[in-house]
């Protein structure tokens, strides 16, 4: 699939993690326009952080502005000293903006902020920052990860290959969250892999908030579709009169209905996320692209093991299909973590 054949855009709803960042880098490789929206609401555990906290740390890195917020409280609190943090890295304008301020509170003058770009993280630019700043072996330096969400996982996780002592400390906030930000275009499919990420996700829709230049407002995203990751999200979704699939996230039953969705709403796009070990390629190609025509189905370990056979009108429908549509394919160890496609 090239960048000129995809006509939707993606949201990822929820959590971050190793999985993700691979889809995510993987469709932007494609010239796919995809987003994430890190849902996040969760009250502050003073003594949780102080117990990850192992200071001194040579390099701080701040991953959002809600971060910033909840170690303020901390400070007060005296759950971390600032004298500790070293270097300061903040990810993104509004987070270097949040840092600038709090500095600022503190009467702390002189601190140099070094600010590295939003997700999806671009690794050479953080870590030709990172290693300019340790200035050789990492083996005696160690990095804290303030966070206010679980997106980090690639950036610890490359960290420690280069040898760091990497330690994320979860600094969560109290703050209403108003994702997903306003810079954020209107997207074809919205994922939601929780009530509670649903629950913000309407919160926003009626919201009065209003993206900068008065262009976007939260009522737009009413269109967007939910591929919701369970019965139960899609059901409470369907009652707030959105447009809903159901994610192949969870059971074979999960596959067939978000199959009569989607070829009844003939989406001129598609994308199925797989989570968990990924997917049986074979068995996906036959499920989605089949129709779910006459297939009798033989699962085993959710989606990480499940077959298919095939009658001669499923094979029709899956050579139809792949006449139909321009299909990707995105793979981590051999198994499947997405299949997109779009009409050609």
Known sequence: MSGGCWEGEILAVGPEGPTTDRLL??????????????????????ERVQKQFQPP???????SAHAVSSFSSLLKENAINFSHLGELIAQGPTTATALTQLLSSLGIKGATIHQ???????????????????QGEWKEEKMAVFQSDKGVDFLLSQGREKGADCHSIHCYTTCPITYPPSSLPLCEFVIISSLQQLSLWTSFIHSNT??????????????????????????EAEKGNFSCLLSPSHDAESFVSLLKSFHMANLSSFIFVFENEGADKEGVEHLILADGGEITRRYEKGLSGFAAQVTDKALGDIAENKAKYHLKYFEADGRVTAFAGSLK
Do not use: M, W
Not at 25 to 46: D, Q, R, Y
């Open 25 to 46: 880098n993987a469709l932007l490789g494609e010239g796919i326009k995809a987003h994430h929206s890190p849902f996040t609401k969760i009250v502050p555990t003073p």
């Open 57 to 63: 740390y040579s390099i701080s890195v701040f991953c």
């Open 116 to 134: 590295i770009c939003n997700p999806p993280y671009s690794s050479p630019q953080i870590f030709d920052l990172i290693c300019g700043l340790v």
């Open 210 to 235: 209003k993206s900068p230049d008065d262009s976007l407002e939260p009522k737009q995203y009413q269109q967007t579709k939910v591929i919701a990751t369970s019965q139960r999200i899609l059901s």
